[in-house]
């Protein structure tokens, strides 16, 4: 209605239905009014009381730092901490008086004592080393055939970079995000080494099989285990939002991005396996793919916090401190004989029942109280089964570089690209467990049977 329509010509009941929509449309407006009022009162969202990203949290301003004066204790007089000294030192300088300063007389071996100890480090100059490679083709005289000579291992034709190189390049890209533009700017500057950024692009798709192929050894290993921990977040492919899925446990990890944030994604991945543990928070798509399902203590950590902020005094504080007890008693559960983990669950559950027999009046605290009326039995499995975690905190470091990547380049541009990333990061974080370095596991998939590249 934009109008008021003239009064005069309606009739009672007309009159009485006007009267009645517009009540209903004041009640409207006003539990609008109401919500959005609430909505103002209610504290904002924090990475300390929420899943925001800590990225997108306000970090105050450092307080300024007293200098301090002086060298540190036992520092023999000179100023400043100092690094441990080299164990194995490629070349050692004495540096000894031959006469004394003050009345030139000659200095020997027994008048001399070590003053001091110090390493200077520096790094050589790196340039790339180019081998010719002449091959030679030879004409049999006697049947005309023609004989191609061998050529040593690793320098077959093909493309000029070496297994090195292409690893040093991936390394750079997808664990520090570096762009291609810079990449090439980067590599030419410091190691003099001319490669053009299509080159870039052509060497990553040629590691790619190899990738594929380790992480199908991966996704069989994680098709067979027993827990698995899994998250998400969002990424862009050539300006659309798609999700980095992460699937991991204390051996491998997988990741995958898809363009949808459902359930089907893990059905995929997992490709009828159903673990008998599952870690997660309370995403719907992350719910009902195993026999057993530990909650992420520490997302219900943050969201108490948010109750307390809301204006929570009765239900909120409680719960905060009881999923205080049980992460501290995750931290040494492994230790604990069986008893002693059902002695303490035993416990928790006693408490919890006093806890969930509050009767919050905050809506925030009805809110959690209801949730986890639902799922009080999935706060604390981790006390039966010790080889599960009581949070989920491994998924999201696996998933932060996504996310600093994403803030670095903006995304992706095509879907092989993010294919290639979640290969890479897949190997590196299941070598990560095997305490090999990301570099490392870049070189070894490169020089597996799967690869493209000479030696």
Known sequence: MTELPDLS??????KDALIRALWAQVQALTARVADLEARLEAPPKTPANSSVPPSKGKKP?????????????????????GRTLTATPDEIVSAKPVR???CQTALGEADQVLHGRYDKIDLPQVAPVVTRVERYAGRCRCCGGTTLAPVPEGLEPGTPFSVGIVALAMYLRFVHAISYQRLSRLLLELFGLGISEGALDAAFRRGKPAFDADVAAILARLRRARVVCSDETGVRIDGRTCWNWVFQNSEVVIHV???????????EVLGGHRPAFWVS????????????????????????????????AVFAPRMKALLLRAVVLARRSRNLAPSTRR??????ECALDAVMALAPTHRDGQRLRRRYGKLRSHL???LDHPELPAD????????????????????????????LFAGVRSVIGTAARRGVSAYQAIQQTLRGPASSYPG
């Open 9 to 14: 010509c309606l009739t009672h009941e007309e």
């Open 61 to 81: 301003n450092r307080p300024e730092k007293s200098k301090r004066c002086g060298p540190r204790p036992g520092s023999l007089g000179r100023m400043g901490g």
């Open 100 to 102: 004394c300063v003050h």
């Open 257 to 267: 991005i898809r363009r949808s944030r459902g359930a089907s994604v893990v059905a």
């Open 281 to 312: 928070d309370l995403y719907g798509a992350q719910q009902g793919h195993a026999e057993d399902w530990q909650i992420c203590l520490a997302h219900q950590l943050r969201d108490c916090a948010y109750a307390i902020e809301a204006g929570d």
């Open 343 to 348: 002695e303490y669950r035993r416990r928790l």
């Open 380 to 382: 604390f499995t981790f």
């Open 392 to 419: 989920n905190n491994s998924s999201e470091r696996e998933l932060r570089p996504t996310a600093t990547y994403r803030k670095v380049t903006g995304g992706f541009r095509s879907d092989w690209g993010a294919d």
